[in-house]
């Protein structure tokens, strides 16, 4: 077992991890932050997403002692600094994005990701960049409904319901 | 105007904040003082017989603690079937041991024989490799497709089972002379031999226990992903364990997804409890993804022959169906319903048919076993049905809209006695055929159909017009048909002295939103605000019972519950007021929150009664008891029968046979709704399934009996880009008429009525392009199928 530091959500933490810890290992149980879900454990299904170094990576594929040193932001660090739901959490609460919840902080964290790369994504891109989240609950309706309106743009009249 | 609170509001979740921040609490989220880590050994073949399982090998590796195999259950009692299911002759359904743990056979690929405790998880695992490499079993013929199971008396899942067939069932049988006799006389019939592909549920959260025992009272606590915890906690104490119940406490904290998949219960969870109470420390199992698929219950898996005599002019004069039904290794506690009660009592559909017979041959394989997965049943019957009637449209020439609004009942025809046994109380299934219509542009198809041939692809459209039964179920009713337990739910509403309320319910929420909804009701049933209402679910120490949810039930009875629990706080306030305004009981009116003198301006609110209810000073003592909690049981007198019609349309690429559902138009009768954001939330998410299913998912074995989609790199889980945008409607609402609620449920509808929509559009398709021979495509319409039916 080895110490292994990084920055989490803003913050300097350490916790012990052998050589096969998983990063996602590492956040729900050396940490405690167990927002981060595994879903599937091959790198299918997206629940264990988390940021690193502002990148979007499942969190069931990264070593922890690889990211030793790395800034990771994971689903507790994404609301705002007075506790309310930050935009995107705002938009899958506001439009439905979510059911039993499970898919959720991985959805969110993608999300994010895209919207920083793609700021006004048309509902095709925003369909194809959720193909590595799987949510078994909404049928995606809302979910890409959700992720139109935290783009700003005007999510009802894309979905034509 | 939309209503912003209360019944009929789309009130935002509350629920959602915790699961948007990362603070939901999922079995696996727990830890615990002293925690030690299970971790399941399983078979790696289909049939096999255990000849040596060497547990010597992992006892002294690093941080192992214990080591269970079969032996240390083989006295202890079987998960069991939960219904009783007799054959034509009358004889009983042949129901076989399901172990803890297997002994003497493993059955199928996945089917646990032994688990390592130890004191971290990778200690486990790496021991149960280990054990898993120090056993030896004596391969068996696999016994896989059911076809051959049946043929084959040599090969048996279960020694004691020569034919591997657990019942052939008949409904209704004394009916089954003058359905033959109809089908003979009919001037059409039209036959089709289809496949209900089997699914795997595949809630995103893979099922979890955490087993707890207490040396200082003898008492049990079990944290697990269910469904129902009071089931769970009845199966494990009644049946297999033997624990007094009073000594078991079973926990379902946030549960990630169940789709019928976590209602039952598994030999995990016992597992868990015996290994805490030799070890005196927690234990705790979570599986892996694969071993979700290997283990969880899968669902449909019908092969199934129908056939539909009508009239030259479409209408339909009987139906008669043959199925073959995989249960698999062993009976799952629903799974014996699933393909009898919850299918042929379907199987006349919307329609008014005079003449169904339906015949179900229950199968054993060496496969994981099959029961309830969304719909249960009546997606079977739903997609028999509905293709059916499109091969008869057809065959004869006749335009399928036309067809259904000749043969669905109208709303005079309520209530109505279909003949395989049910009474449908109200329905108006040409309203919700007329809307999908508008709402799909039906009139605007050739041209789009034109658009899609400009890009080189065939369009074609679907129809589909279902019904299912559920709010499961009146408990007179299935006790008739072979249930086991009562099907009734309970609520306590608990007026806290301040005025806030709990409600204890006995349904579930895994994602439908409950905390939320349940909230709308009792605000406006009481008149107060949502806010001071708190849903308290999940706990067999804090509810009174329940039954769970399942079956798209948690409203229909559990809501009823709770609004009659509702109903005798306002009897008990009344009694309070009439008391405090020095007026007769009967002169007391209750209305927005107050509590009035009739014709007066006196009144006390809804506060001042609770507060009154809990410091008595001035108070009826002498004919009244303080406090102001209230508990309903509520058996529900009838199914409920939500129903409505779906129209896909899709485009499939005639060089490469892909099929893109490109629109999905639902319009549905759910009677009154709750809260419209959830309830088209539920459809968006059953429809998503149904496209899954008829598009993209196949549970595929070998004929080894080895799961070849085994994992999400195999089993195509429909993705963002897989689906489109769905238009939903639900305002065709013919409201329950024997619930208190006018409620009908809508968690299964989606699942149920889409994938025959989806089949129907793209043999219409083909058809329309010319590929006149295609007739049927087995589900999934997966490029190579579509393919291959278009170049046979």
């Known amino acids: 077992m080895t110490e292994v530091t990084m920055t989490v959500n803003g913050k300097s ?88 919840g499970f898919c959720t902080p991985g959805m969110v964290m993608t999300t994010a990701a895209l919207l920083a790369d793609n700021p006004r994504p048309t509902e095709a891109e925003v369909r194809h960049e959720l193909e590595g989240n799987i949510c078994r609950c909404t049928g995606y309706h809302n979910i890409v409904k959700a992720v139109l309106a935290a783009s700003g743009q005007d999510a009802g009249a894309m979905a034509a319901e | 105007m939309p209503k912003d609170t209360g019944i009929g509001a789309s009130t935002k979740r509350r629920e959602d904040i915790r699961f948007l921040t990362g603070r939901g609490v999922y079995t696996d989220d727990l830890s615990l003082h002293g925690q030690t880590f299970a971790v399941m050994v399983r078979s790696t073949v289909a049939h096999g017989r255990i000849v040596s399982i060497d547990t010597a090998a992992v006892e002294a590796m690093p941080g192992v603690l214990a080591v269970f195999t079969g032996e240390d259950f083989k006295d202890v009692g079987g998960n069991p079937a939960g219904w009783l299911i007799n054959s034509r002759d009358g004889t009983p359904m042949r129901e076989p041991k399901r172990p803890v743990l297997a002994h003497g056979k493993v059955r199928h690929v996945g089917d646990a024989y032994a688990a390592v405790i130890a004191e971290t998880y990778a200690q486990a695992k790496d021991a149960a490799q280990v054990l898993s490499d120090a056993t030896v079993i004596e391969d068996l013929p696999a016994v896989v497709d059911m076809r051959g199971a049946v043929a084959d008396a040599s090969n048996r899942v279960h020694d004691e089972i020569p034919d591997n067939v657990c019942f052939d069932w008949g409904w209704i049988e004394d009916n089954r002379a003058a359905v033959d006799a109809a089908m003979k006389a009919a001037p059409h019939v039209v036959t089709l031999e289809l496949t209900n592909n089997r699914l795997v549920p595949n809630a995103m959260e893979p099922r979890a226990s955490i087993g707890e025992y207490f040396p200082g009272t003898g008492d049990y606590k079990l944290t697990t992903t269910s469904q129902n915890p009071h089931l769970t906690r009845l199966l494990v104490c009644a049946f297999v364990m033997g624990i007094p119940e009073n000594k078991l406490q079973v926990v379902a904290p946030d549960v990630g997804g169940g789709f019928g998949s976590k209602i039952y219960h598994y030999g995990e969870e016992a597992l868990v409890l015996a290994a805490a109470k030799r070890l005196g420390r927690p234990v705790r199992w979570t599986a892996e993804r694969t071993e979700s698929f290997l283990s969880d219950a899968h669902g449909r898996d019908h092969v199934t022959k129908i056939e539909m005599g009508c009239t030259l002019e479409g209408d339909i004069l009987a139906i008669r169906t043959e199925t073959l039904a995989n249960v698999g290794a062993y009976l799952s506690n629903f799974s014996t319903a699933t393909p009898t009660f919850l299918h042929g009592t379907l199987m006349a559909g919307p329609y008014k048919v005079p003449h169904v017979y339906v015949n179900v041959k229950a199968v054993f394989t060496n496969t994981a076993p099959v029961d309830a997965y969304r719909g249960a049943g009546r997606p079977e019957a739903t997609y028999s049905i509905e293709r059916v009637v499109d091969k008869m449209c057809r065959e004869l020439g006749l335009d399928p809209f036309e067809v259904r609004r000749r043969n669905l009942l109208t709303p005079d025809q309520f209530p109505y006695t279909t003949p395989v046994g049910l009474v449908y109380d109200t329905g108006n299934y040409q309203a919700t055929l007329d809307k999908a219509v508008e709402l799909a542009d039906v009139a605007g198809f050739e041209a789009r159909r034109a658009d899609s041939a400009k890009r080189g692809k065939l369009r074609g459209m679907g129809l589909s017009t279902w019904i299912e039964a559920c709010g499961i179920a009146p408990s007179h009713l299935v006790g008739v048909l072979g249930a086991r337990v009562g099907l009734y739910d309970a609520a306590t509403v608990r007026v806290n002295a301040t005025g806030t309320i709990s409600v204890m319910t006995g349904a579930h929420s895994h994602g439908q939103g409950h905390e939320t909804v349940f909230p709308q009701i009792v605000a406006e049933k009481l008149g107060i605000d949502a806010s001071s209402v708190e849903i308290v679910h999940g706990d067999t120490a804090k509810i009174p019972f329940g039954m769970g949810s399942y079956g798209s039930r948690s409203l229909a009875v559990a809501g009823s519950a709770m609004d009659r629990a509702i109903d005798k706080i306002i009897a008990k306030g009344k009694k309070i007021a009439a008391h405090m305004l020095e007026a007769a009981e009967g002169d007391i009116t209750f209305a927005d929150g107050k509590f009035s003198v009739a014709g007066t301006d006196k009144a006390k609110t809804f506060g ?67 809260n419209p954001m959830i309830v088209e939330g539920q459809v968006h998410g059953g429809v998503g399934q149904g496209i899954g299913q008829a598009v993209l998912e196949s549970t595929t074995y070998d004929e080894n009996g080895q799961l070849l989609t085994g994992s999400y790199m195999d089993y195509a889980m429909p993705r963002a880009d897989d689906v489109p945008f769905y238009t939903v409607d639900h305002s065709c609402n013919t409201p329950c008429t024997h619930n208190p609620l006018g409620v009908k449920g809508c968690g299964e509808a989606g699942a149920i009525g889409s994938p025959p929509a989806v089949v129907n559009a793209v043999i219409d398709a083909l058809q329309r392009g010319g590929h006149t021979h295609v007739t049927h495509i087995d589900m999934p319409v997966s490029p190579n199928r579509v393919w291959q039916a278009i170049n046979a």
């Open chain 1, 13 to 100: 933490v350490s916790a012990q991890a052998e050589g096969r810890t998983l990063l996602v290992n590492y956040l729900r149980e050396g940490l405690g932050l167990t927002g981060t879900h595994v879903g599937c454990d091959t790198s299918q299904c997206g629940a264990c997403v988390v940021h690193v170094d502002g990148k979007a990576v499942k969190s069931c594929t990264v070593f922890a002692m690889d990211v030793a040193g790395a800034q990771v932001l994971t689903i507790e660090g994404m609301a705002n600094a007075d506790g309310s739901l930050g935009v995107v959490q705002q938009a899958f609460q506001d439009h439905h994005g979510l059911q039993c």
């Open chain 2, 608 to 674: 001042e009664i609770a507060f009154s209810a809990y410091v008595p000073h001035n108070y009826p003592l002498e004919t009244l008891e303080p406090g102001l909690e209230e508990t309903a049981f509520y058996d529900p007198a009838n199914f409920t029968y939500p129903a409505g019609a779906y129209i896909c349309e899709v485009e499939v690429d005639e060089g490469t046979g892909k099929v893109d559902v490109v629109s999905f138009t639902c319009a549905d009768d759910f009677g009154n709704v709750m």
